[in-house]
C-alpha cells in the first residue's frame, strides 16, 4: 500500500471549514484513499474514501487531485466535536490478502471555539 | 444492532497470565480484525480472518492467538502476558475486503 503524509496537527475555528491534506504521491491505479478519525479513546471513525473522483457524504467531502498524487478531506462547519486525530489511508479496495489498514501518525486536528 | 462490541473494557494483568479479550460483532461482517494502538501512535495489525475458521497474521501477531469459530466473533488470546502488551486493542469488522471497517470501542489493558 502506498505511503501517506500528513502535517501532524492543525487548528480550525469553529464553524469554519476544516481542510486536511494527505499526500500519496506513490499510489498506485487501483489503490482508494480512505479516511478515519479518532476521537480521544474511542476506535476509530470511518468517515468517507474515494478512487478519483470527488466524493461527499453526510460527514465530509473528499477532493482527489487528478494525477491522483494527493487528496484534501473537507469538514464543511467544523464543530468541537470534530476535535480528533484525522488518518489518510490508501490502499487496494478489492480483493487482496488481509483486510489491514495501515495507519500512520494522521493529523491531530483542534477545533477552537 | 450493537454494531462491534469488546470486553473488557478495561483489564489488569500480571505477567506471565493469560486471558482472551472478546469481540463480538452483529452485522454479518466477513472481516474482523485485531489492532493494537500504544501511546501516541496509530493501530497496528495482529491477527485478521476473512471468514469463519480461516485466520491470518498481521504485522505484530508474536504473544497472541485468534480462532474464528462463528462468523460473529473473534477472540484475541494472550498467551503468557508480558509488560510490552501493555496497549488499547481494538477489534473491526467489514462485509468484506475493502469495504469501511467498524471498529469497538477498545480494550485498556495493562500488564503489571
Known amino acids: 500500500d502506498a505511503k501517506t503524509t500528513q502535517p501532524p496537527s492543525m487548528d480550525c475555528a469553529e464553524g469554519r471549514a476544516a481542510n486536511l491534506p494527505c499526500n500519496h504521491s506513490?499510489?498506485?491505479?487501483?489503490?482508494?484513499v480512505y479516511w478515519y478519525r479518532q476521537i480521544h479513546s474511542q476506535g476509530p471513525q470511518y468517515i468517507i474514501h474515494?478512487?478519483?473522483n470527488n466524493e461527499t457524504n453526510e460527514m465530509a467531502s473528499l477532493i482527489i487531485t487528478e494525477d491522483r498524487k494527493s487528496s484534501t478531506l473537507i469538514l464543511p462547519h467544523a464543530t468541537l466535536r470534530d476535535t480528533a486525530v484525522y488518518y489518510c489511508?490508501?490502499?487496494?479496495?478489492?480483493?487482496?490478502?488481509?483486510?489491514?489498514?495501515?495507519f500512520g501518525g494522521g493529523t491531530r486536528l483542534m477545533v477552537k471555539p | 444492532n450493537a454494531g462491534v462490541t469488546q470486553t473488557p473494557k478495561f483489564q489488569v494483568l500480571k505477567t506471565g497470565q493469560s486471558m482472551t479479550l472478546q469481540c463480538a460483532q452483529d452485522?454479518?461482517?466477513?472481516?474482523m480484525s485485531w489492532y493494537r494502538q500504544d501511546p501516541g501512535m496509530g493501530l497496528r495489525l495482529i491477527h485478521y480472518s476473512v471468514g469463519a475458521g480461516i485466520t491470518d497474521q498481521g504485522e505484530v501477531p508474536n504473544g497472541y492467538n485468534v480462532s474464528r469459530s462463528t462468523t460473529e466473533d473473534f477472540p484475541l488470546r494472550l498467551l503468557s502476558a508480558a509488560p510490552s502488551q501493555t496497549s488499547v486493542y481494538f477489534c473491526?469488522?467489514?462485509?468484506?475486503?475493502?469495504?469501511?471497517?467498524?471498529f469497538g470501542d477498545g480494550t485498556r489493558l495493562s500488564i503489571l
Open positions: 473491526a469488522s467489514s462485509y468484506s475486503q475493502g469495504q469501511p471497517q467498524h
Open positions: 474515494g478512487l478519483k
Open positions: 489511508i490508501v490502499r487496494v479496495g478489492a480483493a487482496r490478502a488481509g483486510n489491514m489498514l495501515t
Open positions: 452485522m454479518n461482517h466477513e472481516y
Open positions: 506513490t499510489i498506485s491505479g487501483n489503490e482508494y
